[in-house]
C-alpha cells in the first residue's frame, strides 16, 4: 500500500505542543512534497488586555468584535510568520487560515478538513493522563474521534 498526502493541515493555538506540532508536520509535509495549511480557530468570545496588547485569563470574556481584527494581526505576525520561516527554508508550500469559531474548536477543524480535501491531520496534545484527561477532553482526542482522515497527534 502506498500512502499518499498532498495536503496536510496543522491546526495551532499558538500553545508550545501546538507549536511543536506545526513543527512535526513541516517535516511531514517536505517529506510527503504536500501542501501544509496551518489553521488556527479564533474563539468567537476573547480575554484581551488593550494596555499590554496580549490575552490575558485574569480579565472576563467577553464579545468584543474590535478585538478579532487586531487578533488576527497577532496570530499572523507572532505565530505564522515563525512557521511560514521554518517551512520556506524546508521547501514546504504553506497556507495560513484563520476561522472565527462557529460551534466548537474540534466540529471546526473537523469541517474546515472536509471543505480543504485534507488528507492528513497534525495536532499537539499536552499528554494529559487519566482521570483528569476523561473529566477534561481534548481537542486531539475529539479530532481524532470525528476526522475523515488520518490524525496525527504529536506530543
Not at 101 to 118: H, P
Not at 137 to 145: F, I, K, R, W
Amino acid at each position: 500500500m502506498h500512502i499518499k498526502f498532498d495536503k496536510i493541515m496543522v491546526a495551532i493555538d499558538g500553545s508550545k505542543e501546538s507549536m511543536h506540532a506545526a513543527s512535526y508536520a513541516i517535516g511531514v509535509a517536505k517529506r510527503y512534497n504536500a501542501t501544509l495549511v496551518v489553521l488556527t480557530i479564533l474563539p468567537q468570545e476573547l480575554r484581551y488586555d488593550y494596555e499590554i496588547n496580549r490575552v490575558d485569563p485574569e480579565i472576563p470574556m467577553t464579545p468584543v468584535k474590535g478585538v478579532v481584527e487586531l487578533s488576527r494581526m497577532e496570530i499572523e505576525d507572532k505565530w505564522f510568520t515563525g512557521i511560514k520561516k521554518n517551512a520556506l527554508a524546508s521547501n514546504v508550500r504553506i497556507e495560513t487560515e484563520i476561522v472565527m469559531e462557529r460551534k466548537s474548536v474540534v466540529s471546526d477543524i473537523i469541517e474546515y478538513s472536509e471543505m480543504q480535501s485534507i488528507d492528513l491531520i497534525v495536532i499537539g496534545t499536552k499528554g494529559k493522563t487519566g482521570l483528569r484527561r476523561l473529566l477534561l477532553g481534548s481537542v486531539g482526542q475529539g479530532v481524532l474521534a470525528y476526522a475523515h482522515c488520518p490524525v496525527l497527534l504529536v506530543r
